[in-house]
């Protein structure tokens, strides 16, 4: 499970083994939400309301470096790290 990115608390992780559609965790306290790259759109879990929103905009900053993960960990090789939301 590779960390990609920490920010104000939250921790971005994705699974090499995960299932479609190409998403990554975010984790937050106690909280975890389960992120769609391409919309962006919450599958599954929960994060309070604000970092939630900083999760959503960080991955419409990073769309196209988080599918390049997901695709990376796909074909067994380790993701980049991502550069957190500022």
Same mark, same amino acid.
């Given at each position: =499970?590779? %960390? #990609?990115?920490?920010?104000?608390? $939250?921790?971005?992780? =994705?699974?090499?083994?995960? +299932?479609?559609?190409? +998403?990554? +965790?975010?984790?937050?306290?106690? /909280? %975890?939400? @389960? $992120?769609? $790259? !391409?919309?962006?759109? *919450? @599958?599954?879990?929960? @994060?309070?309301?604000?970092? *939630?929103? =900083?999760? %959503? !905009? &960080?991955? !419409? #900053? +990073?769309?196209? !470096? *988080?599918?390049?993960? &997901?695709?990376? *960990? ?5 993701? /980049?790290?991502?550069?957190? @939301? %500022?």
């Amino acid at each position: =499970m590779p %960390e #990609l990115s920490r920010f104000f608390g $939250i921790v971005i992780t =994705m699974y090499a083994r995960d +299932h479609p559609p190409a +998403h990554f +965790h975010a984790r937050y306290g106690d /909280n %975890e939400a @389960l $992120i769609e $790259i !391409e919309t962006s759109r *919450l @599958l599954r879990g929960q @994060l309070p309301r604000r970092a *939630l929103a =900083m999760v %959503e !905009e &960080w991955c !419409e #900053l +990073h769309r196209p !470096e *988080l599918q390049a993960a &997901w695709d990376s *960990l796909r074909q067994g090789t380790s993701p /980049n790290r991502i550069a957190p @939301l %500022e």
